[in-house]
């Protein structure tokens, strides 16, 4: 039941994964110059309310210091990258 849950899980870390690259792909191929979308601008783009709730909830529940420190450098870095460690 939990194998099922856990490949389930990456299979779709590693779906989203391949959009965002397909999308960072086109983007770099249409400017004609590396392009590497991060998971922040994305998740903004997509649904900027979830995003804000999430900074609340980290912040207040669990500390500023781990929003500041962890949690931005990931929201950082590319969000294929981010997804297609998550698989």
Do not use: C, Y
């Not at 856990?6 to 249409?30: E, K």
Request: charged residues 10%; glycine residues 2%.
């Amino acid at each position: 039941m939990f194998r099922f849950v856990f490949r389930l899980a990456a299979m779709i870390a590693l779906s989203i994964s391949v959009i965002m690259a397909v999308l960072d792909a086109t983007r770099t191929v249409a400017a004609s110059v590396l392009v590497l979308t991060p998971l922040n601008t994305s998740w903004l783009a997509v649904s900027p309310d979830t995003r804000a709730a999430f900074e609340t909830f980290i912040r207040t529940k669990a500390s500023p210091l781990l929003w500041d420190g962890a949690v931005a450098w990931v929201l950082n870095q590319p969000g294929f990258a981010v997804f297609a460690v998550l698989a």
